[in-house]
């Protein structure tokens, strides 16, 4: 037995997650990130952290040909560039925002919550998905509450 895919994503949508926007080049060296909410670690020893992008999303090509990528976990004043790295036209992402680049190259953007650069070292097909496995190199964080998503909307933590 199969649950339909409303029930599925109903059900789903009661798992509150914070918001994530990845970034990546691709093989011109243009910049690409799109928001993403698939995020968990995976490993303490090594460090490890997945992304899971669905095959047809603009950023699913580039992760595949690129070995890096580096997440930007957004702070709860940051709804207006999750929007933005979700909206369908994706060619004018980072125009007029803040970022500085990290040390592999890829988009930091500022004043999130954290970052963490990652190296790709595994790949798994799930579905319409893929995993990627990134070992962290480098990260960071500061005192800021996260930008959550629930039940299809944005939400806030409150202390």
Known sequence: MTIDPDSFRSVLGRFASGITVVTTRDGDQRDLGMTVSAFCSVSLKPPLVQVCIDHEASLHAAL??????AVSILADDQEALSRRFSAADSTRRFDGIGYRR??????????????????IV???DAGDHTLFIGEVESAMARGA???????????????
């Not at 990290?102 to 190296?119: F, I, P, Q, T, Y």
């Not at 509450?145 to 202390?159: D, H, S, V």
């Open 64 to 69: 595949l040909q690129n070995e890096r990528y």
């Open 102 to 119: 990290g040390e592999s190259g890829m988009v930091l953007l500022d004043d999130a919550l954290a970052h963490l650069e990652c190296r």
């Open 145 to 159: 509450q996260p930008l959550l998503y629930y039940r299809g909307g944005y939400a806030q933590l409150e202390r």
């Open 122 to 124: 595994a790949r798994h």
